[in-house]
């Protein structure tokens, strides 16, 4: 069973956590599935079309991971960086979010 201690929640009451991404070592981050959902058609096919509730993000550094999540949350690319660059312009693409790409090629 997940070990709660090493989950990160985005706690915001008019999101509840119903979406689960697993990171490396076990970790995992509680996400709301609205929020993915109207950022990337990726997320909307895996939770709306194939009725998943959690998608395994191993392939990305966890801190790529958590900034990615909080750029969707907040509608902005505040703190990217070089160190997960990277990572979250592949994420954008993988999971096809439009705005995040064009940030990344605007970085």
């Not at 990615?68 to 954008?92: P, Q, W």
Request: glycine residues 4%; negative net charge; charged residues 25%.
């Amino acid at each position: 069973s997940p070990n709660m201690a090493t989950s990160r929640y985005f706690c915001k009451p008019e999101y509840p956590n119903d979406f689960t991404l697993l990171l490396k070592l076990d970790r995992q981050l509680l996400t709301n599935s609205k929020v993915l959902v109207s950022n990337g058609s990726v997320f909307k096919h895996i939770i709306e079309d194939l009725g998943i509730k959690c998608h395994e993000m191993d392939d990305f550094e966890d801190e790529a991971v958590e900034l990615f999540v909080e750029f969707m949350y907040s509608g902005t690319v505040d703190g990217l960086n070089t160190s997960v660059f990277r990572d979250i312009y592949k994420m954008a693409n993988v999971f096809d979010v439009p705005w995040i790409i064009t940030a990344c090629i605007q970085y």
